[in-house]
């Protein structure tokens, strides 16, 4: 029964950590209809920065600097989609964040090289028990930053201006356009804040027991491609609900290995993706995104 | 370019290719096998995203299926180290490896035809890490970790190897396993070329292009959207099945790394930088794509601004250099010259009076 609430707690700190990442692609698939391949290597860039930065300026502005750094190149990103393919359809604009991924993995992993850096994050290997049941500090104070973003990125979509720009936009482009807002800055204040969401799961990703930031944490964010899937591309709460449910089968995947021994080694990194398949064949559109409709 | 130089240019080009095994060296000819492969590949993929508008990052999980199919229909049966394999004719096995992987993307077609746009991107891109999963532990057929070797082709007793006949001279020159194996990959390649040229100027090809810019259009047009949709699924996987199994006959030995997400980002710039929709541009990106790196690795001493990999100089490896080099020309293309390689040799449409009446 321990077991059993360590690995649900663990799954949860790790469904938390993807909702940023996942939530960053919905909010981005909202605005612009890109489905951002990206997002990993502009995760990996704030986390480096992070790395980079921390002894100098203290973990928390460092952690700022990162936001900071993946919010611009994701806005760069942004500029570069619109500027250079007007109209273009979305798929290609996707291969654009294919390409763009492959310069910035390139470049990072050339300075990051074969270690494993520290993001100086206070938590260390610190233990907190509750009864029987240990979880470390690092995946605690993940799941409370998580549940703020979260909760603030909400609130800022239910309640500010840009929030009711960013909902009218993805309800109808042309007639938000119509009524006065300025979709192309609309779009890149999501793209900003996608990166900047990035960055700060970069740094619980790279927090313990993971050894620190290297070169393949970038591709963590490829599972979180899956939570946003299954939740419904265009749902906000459907990221939040499929973040769940990929940390919660990656977990139990991984602390019953032994018991699912049958089904090869290694399940774990491809649990989220046997679970999307298997929530796609019944929901081609995922649990909570909205039925692509026709009319003719 | 009138229709006759470009025939006399198709000409010469293929004359150099038949006689490329006689000049140039083990290097060149097994890069060029590899292009070979890539360019059969990436017809494939380019039918499926270029044309009929599907995005696939799954292409190297079906080069995988025909790779490890050829080398379990035709490896030896009941081997020493618990590898299982029919051992059939190397030919036969070339060609029911093909069709498995056709019947591998027809099972999956179903559940590609349900998805949309984006939905099947990820949902491919699933595909690649479950069949790193199944490349991994299923020891007996695949070999594991480690992977497995590879069996020679062999038409009718003549085997495109090294071995039997040993030490063949054609015109003085001595003719191995690569040699041999070119003439194999060019006859793949131009049955590769013209079947998709053939499918694109005939009914399908017209229906395909329909269902990518307007499935409703398509529809009411009584193009069966569903079933289009589908056989294009099968036939990029025919595609990726003989690509696959040529990469593997020139590898000589398949590891499951082999066959990861990069595979599958490698294709989709080719299909990109060739320009989408285009089979020429595909090839040609292809042989680009596939080059690059070979080029770049075996010539990094004389290049300027690279450095050797693990020589800890300044400056980027080959490898690193090669991905720098062909992601910059997945951006520029796509932000430049959104019609690739095939919109530049592609004459500028003249002015004519139909484009001014309305």
């Known amino acids: 029964m321990t077991k059993f609430a360590e690995t649900v707690l663990n799954g949860l700190a790790l469904g938390s950590v993807y909702a940023l990442i996942a939530l960053g692609f919905v909010v981005i698939f909202k605005a612009s209809g890109v489905m951002n391949f990206a997002h990993g290597s502009i995760l990996l860039l704030g986390g480096w920065t992070v790395t980079a930065t921390h002894q100098a300026v203290g ?166 491609f899956p939570a946003a899937i299954l939740g419904g591309m265009d749902s906000a709460v459907g990221a939040l609900a499929g973040s769940l449910v990929i940390g919660l089968s990656s977990a139990l995947a991984a602390g019953y290995q032994e018991q699912l021994s049958g089904l090869g080694t290694g399940l774990a990194d491809v649990a989220p993706y046997l679970v999307m398949v298997l929530v796609l064949l019944v929901r081609p559109n995922g649990l909570f995104g909205s039925k692509e409709l026709s009319r003719v | 370019m009138s229709e006759i130089s470009k025939r006399a240019v198709a000409g010469v080009g293929v004359l150099v290719l038949l006689a490329l095994p006689f000049y140039a060296t083990g290097f060149w000819l097994q890069s060029g096998l590899f292009a070979m492969a890539a360019v059969i590949g990436a017809i494939g993929l380019s039918l499926l995203t270029g044309t009929t508008g599907q995005l696939s990052l799954g292409h190297a999980f079906f080069l995988a299926v025909g790779a490890y199919g050829y080398v379990w229909l035709s490896g030896p049966a009941g081997a020493a180290d618990g590898l299982t394999g029919l051992g059939l004719p190397p030919l036969l096995a070339f060609g029911l490896a093909v069709a498995l992987t056709g019947l591998a993307g027809g099972l999956l077609s179903p559940i590609a035809g349900r998805l949309r746009g984006m939905y099947l991107g990820v949902a491919t891109l699933a595909l690649v890490f479950i069949g ?89 047009m009584g193009v069966p959207v569903a079933r289009y949709r589908s056989a294009a699924f099968v036939v990029s996987c025919l595609y990726a099945g003989a690509g696959g199994a040529l990469l593997a006959l020139v590898f000589r030995r398949v590891v499951p790394e082999t066959f990861g997400l990069v595979l599958s980002i490698d294709y989709l710039a080719m299909i990109v930088i060739g320009g989408l929709g285009s089979v020429g541009g595909a090839a040609a990106a292809a042989v680009l794509v596939t080059l690059l790196p070979q080029v770049l690795t075996g010539y990094a001493d004389d290049l300027p601004l690279l450095a050797r990999a693990g020589s800890g100089a300044a400056g980027p490896t080959p490898g690193e250099a090669a991905r720098y080099l062909y992601g910059a020309a997945i951006v520029l293309v796509l932000t430049l010259a959104p019609q690739g390689l095939a919109g530049l040799t592609r004459r500028r449409p003249r002015k004519t009076l139909q484009e001014h009446t309305p």
Do not use: K
């Not at chain 2, 040993?166 to 191995?176: D, E, H």
């Open chain 2, 132 to 220: 790193q999963h199944v490349m991994l532990n299923a020891h007996t057929v695949t070999g594991g970790y480690n992977g497995r070797s590879v069996p020679p082709m062999d038409l009718f007793g003549f085997a495109l190897a090294d071995a039997s006949p040993q030490g063949l001279l054609v015109l003085g020159v001595p003719f191995g396993g690569l040699e041999r194996l070119w003439y194999f990959g060019l006859a793949l390649v131009a049955l590769a070329l013209l079947t998709a040229r053939n499918l694109l100027r005939g009914r399908p090809g017209r229906a395909l292009g329909a269902v990518r810019d307007s499935e409703v259009a398509a529809a009411v």
């Open chain 1, 59 to 224: 973990f928390p502005l460092a952690v700022l600097c990162g936001a900071l750094a993946a919010g611009a190149a994701a806005g760069l990103l942004h500029a570069l989609a619109a500027r250079g393919l007007r109209g273009a359809e979305a798929p290609v604009l996707t291969i654009l964040t294919i390409g763009v991924d492959l310069l910035l993995v390139t470049a990072l992993n050339a300075r990051i090289g074969p270690d494993f850096l520290s993001t100086g994050d206070p938590w260390g290997d610190a233990v907190a028990r509750f009864g029987g049941v240990a979880v470390t500090q690092s995946r605690l104070a993940g799941i409370v930053v998580s549940v703020l973003l979260i909760g603030g990125v909400f609130a800022l979509f239910r309640w500010s201006r840009w929030g009711l720009s960013m909902r009218a936009a993805a309800a109808d482009q042309e007639a938000a356009a119509l009524m006065g807002i300025r979709l192309h800055r609309v779009r890149l204040a999501a793209w900003c804040l996608a990166g900047a969401l990035a960055a700060v799961a970069a740094v619980f990703l790279a927090a313990f027991p993971a050894p620190g930031l290297d070169r393949t944490t970038g591709q963590i964010a490829l599972a979180a």
